[in-house]
């Protein structure tokens, strides 16, 4: 493949930890961690200390945001039913809003159906609602989605009852997108024993079959790659109680380059589930003059020497791979060149722009034309 040159990636599921555990990640390690890896745009969730559940707290993550970031993020706004009374005032500093259905790190939890179906009639019918559903959790999202005929995304599939379901829900033309994350597509249950807790995350590694049912998807139910990047100490992942999640930031692409390198997915593919999908999905703005050179055919081993992330490791060290990312242009301007990061902190922007960013609105109005002259190949 040589050289390729690819529109800014989008990741629709990254936590940055902002506030309450900058010592994991912050946001200028993890977008810088992104932009090093050829994401220009990620979206971040809500599972802080305190989580993201009122539009103060929205606003003043933002307000930290901004100061930090080197390419665009947006901040998923978290459902509770303590906080039902704030949903609709977080949807102006909000991407979309996060259910988590089912138990994971943090303390956002929404398991039962009146307080559901609060979130289903309170969120603006004009932003999405993703969700974290495992399980028979899958079925309670497709049927909400089918009741209010509203769109659902469900984060990070992994079960082939998942992924299958998901498809028979598509096939009734149901309004549910989903994403699958590298690790899942990637690993299995079989690694745990070697990871050991480095190897946990939700949902947990699944099994060979639940994998193969992933990759036999790839190119019809799969919406987006997304990365789950959840960032823990190496101390807390070693501790007595360990939690649960792995980064991922800078991995994905190699990894997915790897794939195409393997002819498990074509290029094109790739691109629809890591830049077109998540940006039709979530409804983001296009970035203009924005692309990433990716010498293709480098191939190297995954180490955590060279990683961004603040955690410092990565479950994928010594993992063969081929992908190397040479240069990211953001709208125009050489941001990242052969490892070093060459924009400034807070050059990124805010997603949405709300009218309090009214400076930022300036400025998408000055150049939101989008460029048609990115290409895929050499
Ligand atoms: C995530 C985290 O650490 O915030 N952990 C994980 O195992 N994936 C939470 C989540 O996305 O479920
Ligand atoms: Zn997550």
Redesign the pocket.
């Known amino acids: 493949m040589a050289d390729l040159i690819l529109p800014g990636l989008v990741d629709v599921h990254t936590?940055l930890r902002v506030p309450g555990g900058e010592h994991k990640e912050d946001f200028a390690t993890g977008t810088a961690a992104a932009l090093a890896s050829g994401i220009t745009a990620i979206l971040a969730?809500p599972?802080t200390s305190p989580p993201l559940t009122t539009p103060q707290r929205m606003q003043e993550t933002r307000k930290v945001a901004a100061e930090q970031i080197y390419i665009d993020v947006g901040l998923f706004a978290g459902a509770s039913p303590e906080y039902l009374d704030d949903l609709a005032a977080c949807a102006p500093y909000a991407v979309a809003l996060k259910i988590y259905l089912n138990d994971?790190?943090?303390p956002l939890r929404v398991d039962d159906l009146p307080t559901l179906e609060a979130c289903f009639q309170r969120w603006p019918a004009g932003k999405l609602i993703a969700m974290?559903a495992e399980g028979q959790s899958v079925a309670v999202g497709i049927g909400l989605a089918a009741a209010y005929d509203r769109p659902v995304h469900f984060?990070?599939i992994s079960r082939r009852e998942e992924i299958e379901l998901i498809a028979a829900a598509k096939g009734r033309g149901l309004p549910v997108t989903c994403e699958v994350t590298p690790h899942h597509l990637f690993l299995t249950e079989d690694d745990v024993s070697q990871l050991g807790p480095l190897g946990d995350?939700?949902p947990t590694l699944a099994n060979k079959q639940d994998v193969e049912a992933l990759w036999a998807h790839i190119d019809d139910t799969i919406d987006c790659i997304a990365t789950?990047h959840?960032p823990?100490t190496l101390a807390e992942k070693n501790s007595a109680k360990p939690?649960?999640?792995v980064p991922g930031l800078e991995s994905s692409l190699p990894l997915m380059l790897t794939a195409v390198h393997q002819g498990r997915l074509d290029i094109e593919r790739l691109v629809d589930l890591m830049v077109t999908n998540p940006r039709d999905i979530f409804d983001l703005p296009d970035q203009s003059d924005t692309m990433v050179e990716v010498d293709a055919d480098a191939s190297y081993r995954i180490s955590a020497d060279i990683l961004r992330t603040k955690c410092g490791w990565t479950p994928f060290a010594g993992q063969a791979v081929y992908g190397r990312v040479k240069r990211v242009i953001l709208r125009g301007i050489v941001v990242y060149e052969e490892g070093q990061l060459l924009a400034s902190p807070g050059s990124g922007r805010l997603l949405p722009p709300t009218s309090n960013d009214s400076q930022q609105l300036m400025i998408i109005g000055n150049d939101s034309k989008s460029s048609e002259e990115t290409s895929y190949g050499t």
């Open positions: 936590h969730m599972n994971t790190f943090g974290h984060c990070h995350m939700r789950d959840a823990h939690p649960p999640g």
